[in-house]
């Protein structure tokens, strides 16, 4: 009988907190045993599944579950359940584009689901699976991620070592709050490199507006060329010491951006909350593909981490109620929001709109991002009332027509 997800989880929304394990030097020798062992298991089914070119699940399972717990010693019968469900997950969107099968890390992030681990939640410890024998660990973390997991329906946990810290991340589903209607328009927001985020509100992200030590866009450029150029330099030294730097180094401009994105989505969310408004942001997927960019500034424009902002945005509306779209980015920044005029002429520099028609200027990121909320309360409005201009509609025409007899006349 197949098993069905709950009503909380089928509608509720996705997260994921992260709790700290303390396991004793046994216990980590026992964890350590069991990631290995499942990235290898599921290494071996992904050389199965490549081989025999079987990638659907039920398939895949009745091909690789009995040849890979005869290979792989010590596997219990629902680690290779996970492991033949990490190499179909692993091959669902990128099986055309891969030429060799999948090689999962020995140390990669192992999941861990409710057969493999349970949570004493009174002495605040979990237990899990390992090739020895279940060990039981004490874990902590933030007081709301703790309450979050006692109360919140619990998904999939995944086993990370990170630097011999020893983490649990576990999948949670939060309520899905009502999406109130934004009855004071939308919040448009331009992305950029030059600058990160610009509201239609004038105000400029990173800035003044959000704490911390970030100064604004220009301070931004100067700490990733400063890390570039250190990277560089340790890269063509090539000695024990800058290895031994490169290592202490790695993922610190990764968390810095991480870290801005997550304050300038959470202020944008926030401003239109209070606002009664939506958020607007535009559609850049396949942006690089289509920009032509010169070799000094390419490096600049695969760094750009647009799509890690529209995905934080995009939870933090949903969280909070409100109204997220994605609207069409095609001329936003060359277009007038007072008369409408779309000319190249109208930005006469790269930060700089001036309308050539009615005489409109102002910064340019500012004016896209008034274009994106307009567009934002127009593409509401259609997908909300498809019918609402009166233009005839094909599918209303339709369905009004009166079904055709069986019997001609």
């Known amino acids: 009988m197949a098993i069905s997800r709950s009503a909380a989880k089928r509608h509720g929304l996705p997260t994921v907190v992260q709790l700290r394990l303390t396991p004793t030097p046994v216990q980590a020798e026992a964890l350590a045993a069991a990631v290995l062992l499942c990235n290898e298991a599921a290494t071996v089914v992904s050389r199965l599944a490549w081989q025999h ?3 659907a699940v039920v398939e895949l399972h009745r091909l690789a579950y009995y040849e890979v717990r005869a290979r792989v010693a010590g596997l219990g ?5 996970r492991a033949i469900a990490r190499v179909t997950g692993a091959y669902a969107n990128r099986r055309s584009t891969k030429k060799r099968a999948h090689i999962f890390r020995p140390h990669g992030a192992v999941p861990y689901d409710a057969r493999l681990l349970s949570f004493n939640r009174d002495a605040r410890t979990v237990s899990l699976w390992t090739p020895t024998g279940r060990v039981i660990v004490p874990y902590s973390g933030r007081p709301e991620d703790l309450k979050a997991v006692d109360t919140l329906p619990r998904g999939e946990a995944d086993l990370v070592c990170r630097r011999g810290v020893w983490l649990l991340q576990v999948a949670l589903t939060l ?43 220009g301070h931004v450029r100067t700490l990733r060329e400063r890390r570039h150029r250190q990277r560089r330099r340790l890269q063509k030294k090539g000695t024990s010491a800058a290895r031994r730097v490169l290592r202490r180094l790695s993922g610190r401009e990764h968390r810095m951006m991480t870290d801005l994105n997550h304050q300038i989505s959470k202020f944008v969310v926030r401003e239109a909350e209070r606002t009664g408004r939506g958020v607007a942001l535009e559609d850049l997927r396949g942006i690089r593909g289509r920009v032509r960019a010169h070799r000094f500034q390419r490096r600049t424009l695969h760094g750009w981490a647009f799509a890690q902002q529209i995905a934080f945005t995009r939870y933090k509306a949903a969280r909070a109620g409100v109204d997220f779209l994605l609207v069409d980015p095609a001329y936003t920044s060359q277009g007038c929001p007072e008369c409408g005029w779309v000319a190249r002429a109208n930005r006469p520099a790269r930060g700089r709109f001036v309308c050539t028609r009615c005489g409109l200027a102002g910064h340019a990121d500012h004016i896209a991002a008034r274009n994106i909320a307009t567009r934002g309360i ?19 025409d339709r369905e009004s027509k009166p079904p055709a007899s069986a019997g001609g006349s």
């Open 175 to 217: 309520p899905q709050p009502v999406v109130r209607k934004p009855v004071g328009g939308f919040l448009g927001v331009d992305q950029g490199v030059a600058n990160l985020a610009v509201t239609s509100d004038r105000v400029v992200l990173p800035g003044p507006a959000l704490p911390g030590p970030i100064g604004g866009n």
């Open 77 to 81: 019968a629902q680690a290779a359940v």
């Open 378 to 396: 127009t593409g509401w409005a259609v997908i909300n009332q498809p019918h609402a201009t009166g233009l005839p509609s094909a599918r209303r």
């Open 53 to 55: 070119r079987v990638f």
